[in-house]
């Protein structure tokens, strides 16, 4: 069993900065892939970027140059820095763990006023 808990989120104007935190506890050594999805009100969850044990990472177009992700494996914490938002960046945002099945985060709402 994995746990993972987000936080971070906020209200923050457009062209600001927020770093989220998502901390994974339990069978952590189990973790493949941590990622960070998305969702805004009426649409679906999105993909928005992913980081590998071995620490390669991917994101979603509409994010890439503003956002990044990264791990600390001694604080079993994955990081989304999130700069430059937008108001399209409105969303709960979840932290997912990847091991033979996968887990999710409750979620933290980021709102990106214009």
């Known amino acids: 069993q994995v746990q993972l808990v987000e936080s971070g989120g906020g209200l923050v104007q457009a062209g600001g900065s927020l770093r989220l935190s998502c901390v994974a506890s339990?069978?952590?050594?189990?973790?493949?892939?941590m990622e960070w999805y998305r969702q805004a009100p009426g649409k679906q969850r999105e993909l928005v970027a992913g980081i590998t044990s071995g620490g390669s990472t991917k994101y979603a177009e509409s994010v890439k140059g503003r956002f990044t992700v990264s791990r600390d494996n001694a604080e079993n914490t994955v990081y989304l820095q999130m700069n430059k938002l937008k108001p399209e960046d409105t969303a709960v945002y979840y932290c997912?763990?990847?091991?033979?099945?996968?887990?999710w985060g409750k979620g933290t709402l980021v709102t990106v006023s214009s």
């Open positions: 997912r763990a990847l091991t033979w099945r996968d887990y």
């Open positions: 339990g069978s952590i050594l189990s973790i493949n892939v």
